[in-house]
Each structure stands twice: as structure tokens, then as C-alpha cells.
């Protein structure tokens, strides 16, 4: 059996899922930033994001998501949490489009 070469890679073997959790592992990233990091769409982002929740738990792990809030009047999204991860367009309280983004962490369980 030869060694594995680099298992904390450059980052070309390694799957976009890994390198998200490894990010998140690290630091408290918004989700447009880690959009940004990995280059995926909202969707595939979202896709991930909810595999890696739903899969935290068997590896000793916990997703922690901060919900997006609106900057305009505070009005915060904790509804959402479960089935939209990204930020709303608009706030439905005051119709604000100024939306602070979700953010996201994964932690020791
Ligand atoms: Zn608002």
C-alpha cells in the first residue's frame, strides 16, 4: 500500500464538500464568501451546505448556522433555517433589500 500523497493537499484532489469543510472547520464564513471560495451557485452551494448538516452528526460534527437578519429594521429569518440557507431577497417586515447574509461554522460536536 503506497502512502497517500498530501492529504492536506494543494486542493485539486480534493472534493469541493472536503475543501468546504475544511474552511468551516477553521472559521465562521458567510455564505457568499464561501460561494465565492469554492465558485459554486447558490443552488449547488445550498446543496452542499445541507449535505454536510445532514451528514455532520455522523462524524462527531455539528453545523451551526448564523440565519441571515435584515440590516433595515433586525427583522431575523430563523424560519428560513431549515429549508433555504442563503438569504432572502427582501425583508418581509419592512420590504428592505438590505439582508445580512447567513453564515455558517462547523464545530466539534
Ligand atoms: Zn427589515
Known sequence: MSRRRDPEG??????VR??????LL???LAFDTLR????LSVRDLEDELLHVARSARSR?????????SCL???HPFRDRESRHLHAP?????CR???IRDPSFRLLPR
Open 10 to 15: 494543494v486542493g485539486a484532489a480534493r472534493t
Open 18 to 23: 472536503q475543501q468546504m469543510r475544511g474552511l
Open 26 to 28: 477553521r472559521e465562521e
Open 36 to 39: 465565492a471560495l469554492l465558485g
Open 60 to 68: 462527531g460534527e455539528r453545523l451551526v448556522v448564523s440565519p441571515p
Open 72 to 74: 433595515a429594521c433586525g
Open 89 to 93: 431577497g427582501r425583508c418581509p417586515a
Open 96 to 98: 428592505s433589500e438590505r
